[in-house]
């Protein structure tokens, strides 16, 4: 079956730094990757998407990057702020699947301090 | 998002005890998803509905059962509840038709507690 994990369960970063997460997927079936942002005592809310057919897609200080040679996604946080610090999930869609059916990622704790 | 709503927010119930977890939306969409939550786990997909005559296991579905009572509306029950049942329950919707792929929207969840 698919598999969605990130390099590193936490992450620190000071206020004003670039924030790098790390996600690795084996499904080479896979063509819709989506980062969610999990804040405390809250439901996964989306942040970014990214479809096969691209390597790059920026939005509102974000970045995701796909590498689908080595299978590698990575959502890259500009300028991070306090409000950044949250739970972070990449998910995959396989091609195959008729449902919308998304596997997720464990997660990456991102923390940000002054 | 507000227009996945859960309920309760809350619970702690007993071993044995059935529970219903509800899920509404007004968002029009079509498929809903139900998810189970644990420290360091990530997100585990209980079931899934297309539309309201269409139910599908997901990686967790033992011990748990659906009902898609309208489009709207995709309610989880724990038959008989027990301690390791005890998680975060999120419900999710996503909509087939829309240019936005597979974005799926989350409501606020429901912590149970099984003692």
């Known amino acids: 079956g698919e598999s969605v994990g990130l390099h590193l369960p936490t992450l620190s970063v000071q206020e004003g730094d670039n924030s790098i997460i790390n996600c690795a997927y084996s499904n080479s079936a896979s063509d819709y990757f989506i980062w969610y942002k999990q804040e405390s005592g809250k439901g996964p809310q989306f942040i970014i998407d990214?479809?096969?057919?691209?390597d790059k897609r920026q939005g509102q200080r974000v970045t995701v990057l796909l590498n689908k040679t080595v299978k590698h996604l990575s959502l890259q946080i500009a300028a991070t702020q306090p409000g950044d610090s949250a739970v972070y999930f990449c998910a995959e869609r396989d091609r195959g699947s008729t449902l919308g059916r998304l596997y997720f990622g464990r997660g990456t704790q991102l923390t940000v301090w002054p | 998002d507000a227009d996945v709503t859960q309920t309760p927010r809350n619970r702690i119930t007993k071993t044995g005890k059935r529970i219903m977890l509800e899920c509404s939306q007004t968002k029009g969409h079509d498929r809903m998803y139900w998810y189970r939550q644990d420290p360091g786990l990530g997100l585990r997909l209980i079931y899934y509905s297309f539309d309201v005559k269409d139910i599908n296991k997901g990686e967790i579905s033992d011990g748990y059962s659906v009902s898609r009572q309208a489009q709207a509306k995709f309610s989880l029950s724990l038959e008989s509840a027990i301690p390791n049942q005890t998680a975060l329950y999120f419900c999710?919707?996503?909509?087939?038709?829309?240019?936005?792929?597979?974005?799926?929207?989350f409501g606020p969840g429901t912590r149970l507690t099984v003692l």
């Open positions: 999710a919707t996503s909509d087939a038709t829309s240019g936005s792929y597979n974005e799926q929207f």
């Open positions: 990214i479809r096969s057919n691209m």
